[in-house]
């Protein structure tokens, strides 16, 4: 996905959820999922291992909380990482998570 394309998501899921526009929130990695997800569990399991070798911050985002079109846009596909240039969908291994960087 081209790097236009992942700023016009996250603007679209701030426009929905105003903290994510945060100055904080801007440059951390969104980690995509909801409740009851267990490939979300795993995936945030990944991000910790890669936090214990790369200084990244990362927010934990429900996708129930946006509206139901822009929430089926992630429902077949969390957990999803959004960096602020990049997307990778489940499944991924923290050797992918390193090649976001």
């Known amino acids: 996905m081209y790097e236009n394309n992942i700023s016009t998501l996250r603007a679209r899921m701030i426009a929905e959820n105003p903290e994510l526009g945060t ?3 801007s440059t951390k990695w969104w980690l995509l999922g909801t409740t009851g997800c ?9 991000m910790i ?3 214990a070798v790369q200084p990244i911050s990362y927010a934990a985002v429900d996708i129930a909380d946006f509206s139901e079109p822009l929430m089926m846009e992630f429902a077949t596909t969390i957990p999803v990482i ?11 291994s923290v050797l992918d998570l ?4």
Do not use: W
């Not at 602020?84 to 489940?90: D, S, V, W």
């Open 82 to 92: 959004l960096t602020p240039t990049k997307r990778i969908n489940y499944p991924f």
């Open 38 to 46: 267990h490939l979300c569990g795993t995936a945030e399991q990944l």
């Open 49 to 51: 291992q890669l936090q």
């Open 98 to 101: 390193q090649r976001l960087l």
């Open 23 to 25: 100055s904080e929130n």
